[in-house]
C-alpha cells in the first residue's frame, strides 16, 4: 500500500536526519589499519571520518567486502568491512552498536568545535561563558567575523550580524556549507562539504582561522 504524502512525512524527516547524523567530516587524521583475515597491519590516513564510516589510504588496500579494524587516533578502535575504492583511497562502512554511533558523533563534534573556536580568542575569555568566536568566507571572498553558539556534526548555529541569505555557500573551518536558517542572533550554516547530494561550489574558496 502506497503511503500518502503526509503520512510519508515522517519517513521523510528521519531518513534527512539519519543523513545529517552521518555526515562525513573531513579530518587528516593517523591511524592504523589491520586485515585480520591474513594478519597484516599498517599505518593509514583518515580523509574523512563519521559515526557511519571512514575513508582512509594506506599502503594496504584490501578488496571490496573485506573485514577490517581501524584504529584512529584520538576515536579509538572500528570494525568494519571495505565498502568502495576511490582514485587513491578506499572507503569502510564501520560495524558498530548505536551507542558507539552517538559516541563518535560525540567525539567528531568536539573536533569540529576545536576546529572552528579561534583559540587564542578563547584563551583571553576563558572566564567568561562563551563559546569561542571563529570566521566564515563568503561566496564572494568577504571574511566574516561569528561567535559559535552551538554546533553538531551536521552544522553550526553562529552570532553574526551579516546573515547571508539563504542557500549561499560559505566556507568555515575548511568545511564547506550553506546558510539553511537565520536565527534572533545570526545564522545556521548546513554542512555540505561532504555530502554527494549537494551542489559544487562554483570556485574555491579560502578561509583563515586563527589558531
Known sequence: MALSIKDAEPVVAKAK??????????VDLAGRLFT???????????LNLSPGGAAVTCE???EQGTPVVLYVDGFGRFEGTVARHEDRSFGISFV???AKRERTAEQLTLFL??????????RRHERTHQKGFAKFTRADGQIVNCEVMD????????????????GEFVL?????????????HGIGIEFVGQDKHAPAQEAPLKLNIVR
Open 113 to 122: 568545535n576545536k576546529s572552528l573556536v579561534d583559540e587564542s580568542v578563547l
Open 36 to 46: 585480520p583475515g591474513d594478519g597484516r597491519e599498517a599505518r593509514c590516513t583518515i
Open 17 to 26: 536526519a539519519e543523513r545529517r547524523r552521518f555526515r562525513r567530516v573531513p
Open 96 to 98: 558498530c552498536t548505536p
Open 60 to 62: 594496504i588496500v584490501p
Open 151 to 166: 554546533i553538531s556534526v551536521g552544522g553550526v548555529s553562529l552570532k553574526s550580524e551579516v546573515r547571508p541569505p539563504l
Open 172 to 184: 568555515i573551518a575548511g568545511m564547506a556549507g550553506r546558510i539553511a536558517r537565520h536565527h534572533e
